[in-house]
């Protein structure tokens, strides 16, 4: 990987050009800005440590530069001339990190190892992203290049050819109704109608009637015939969610229509014949629901067909990068927005992190963070305060992080020991007021009224 050092002194330039070279990097070192650019048009660097003061050009100027050349090299700042501003306005022009000379050799290997794991994950997600691409060809909504997620595809394509009722188990958020959307998409059935009903939650008149629909005058309000479900998707697919939930009396009526295919509306009285499909979700252990008495063994057999376990998010984490990536894009597009992806640090707590809620709760963790980011990537601090709270003994254990966030967490640490007492928080953090005001507001610390916290030079009325 080729790394280009841009330092007008010399002798630390070559200091760290030796560092680098025995970390196996391709280094060239150049004392000008102007000469590094003729190179860098040329043939560009994948990582590139520039300092912060050089004698032709500011090093900010050169970042923008850079970036303008090749958007993908990862640019580390280096300077004697260290501050807080300085290194937060070198991360949101899109520097990887930033450090201070005299600089410390086992953070320039650190630092510049991070940065060649952060290149080579872009790249494997780029092709990885690609593959799945191919895949959502075929599959409605799907993203996933995991060995799990490669034999449900298998299962979605050899089911769809099939007309038999299909019994999808897997905990919530794992896209059960992806996959019976998928199966629809692919079968022979796919241009007639797909219905979603889910059983959960509703009265047995109310699920009687959405499914079945009813007579004119069959009860009290029924000013006209209300065509069902069942009866909507004629020629089609009936996803019925949360199976599980349904009570045992609408049991007995499931089941007839299994058997015979046909229905009678609420209030009717005649049959009418069926042509659909069948397939049905839950998050519950039927079987133990079986033994238990509180779901029919017929009904259970007659929808488990053909049996499909979805696998949970943490069982698929090679799918996590490609998901995150399909979240960005669906999201930028969602909100007009153009955030290119998420710090090193991110996908690291990321890929740790065990989500009970599955892919529909990564889902959630993108959106919000890409609608509450100020800059082209998502950073720790925009991720749900549940997951924050992993972070420091997460990176604790994995080194450097960046400094926007060490400056919130130290600012959230002060003004919590002052009881957000904002003039005594600055001038513990030697800082202006206004600037404490404009930090609070950045990384979203202006809670202390809906915590109820009461500042002490506050007057309150009874």
Aim: net charge neutral.
């Amino acid at each position: 990987m080729r790394v280009a050092i841009i330092d007008d002194e010399k002798i630390a330039g070559e200091m760290v050009k030796r560092i680098l070279d025995q970390e196996g990097f391709d280094v060239e070192l150049y004392l000008t800005a102007t000469s590094f650019l003729g190179t860098m048009q040329q043939f560009p660097f994948e990582i590139v440590f520039i300092d912060l003061k050089l004698p032709d050009m500011d090093g900010l100027t050169l970042l923008n530069r850079v970036k303008q050349i090749r958007e993908e090299t990862e640019a580390i700042i280096i300077t004697g001339h260290g501050s807080v501003e300085t290194a937060l306005g070198a991360t949101e022009k899109g520097a990887f990190y930033y450090i201070n000379k005299p600089c410390k050799r086992n953070d320039i290997r650190l630092i510049a190892s991070r940065a060649r794991e952060k290149i080579a994950l872009k790249e494997e997600n780029r092709k990885l992203k690609l593959a799945a691409l191919h895949q959502t060809d075929l599959m409605t909504g799907f993203v996933g290049i995991s060995p799990a997620m490669q034999e449900i595809f298998v299962m979605i394509k050899k089911l769809a050819m099939v007309n038999c009722n299909v019994l999808l188990q897997a905990e919530t958020g794992t896209g059960k109704q992806m996959v019976a959307q998928s199966i629809h998409a692919l079968s022979p059935r796919k241009n007639s109608p797909f219905v979603c009903f889910n059983c959960g939650g509703f009265t047995e008149e109310l699920i009687s009637s959405e499914l079945f629909g009813y007579e004119k005058g069959a009860f009290t309000g029924a000013s006209k015939v209300k065509i069902g479900l069942f009866e909507a998707a004629e020629g089609g697919t009936v996803f019925l969610d949360e199976i599980g939930e349904m009570p045992p009396s609408m049991q007995v009526k499931l089941l007839h229509v299994l058997q015979e295919r046909q229905i009678m509306r609420v209030g009717g009285t005649r049959s009418i014949d069926l042509d659909l499909r069948i397939l049905a979700a839950t998050n519950r252990d039927l079987r133990a629901a079986v033994q238990k008495g509180t779901f029919r063994e017929d009904l259970f057999f007659r929808l488990n067909v053909v049996g499909l376990h979805l696998p949970r998010l943490a069982e698929r984490y090679e799918d996590i990068p490609i998901l995150i990536s399909h979240f960005i894009d669906k999201f930028n597009l969602a909100f007009g927005r153009k955030v290119k992806g998420v710090s090193s640090q991110v996908l690291d707590l990321l890929m740790a992190y065990d989500y009970p809620g599955n892919v529909r709760e990564l889902e959630n963790i993108i959106q919000r963070a890409l609608a509450l980011t100020d800059g082209e990537n998502i950073h720790i601090h925009d991720l749900p305060d549940s997951i924050q709270h992993l972070a420091e003994e997460f990176i604790g254990t994995e080194g450097l992080i960046s400094l926007e966030d060490v400056e919130k967490r130290h600012i959230a640490a002060v003004l919590e020991k002052t009881n957000y007492n904002k003039k005594l928080t600055s001038e513990i953090l030697k800082i202006p007021r206004t600037t404490l005001w404009r930090r609070m507001k950045k990384y979203r610390l202006l809670h202390c009224e809906e915590k109820g916290v009461k500042t002490p030079n506050k007057k309150t009325t009874p």
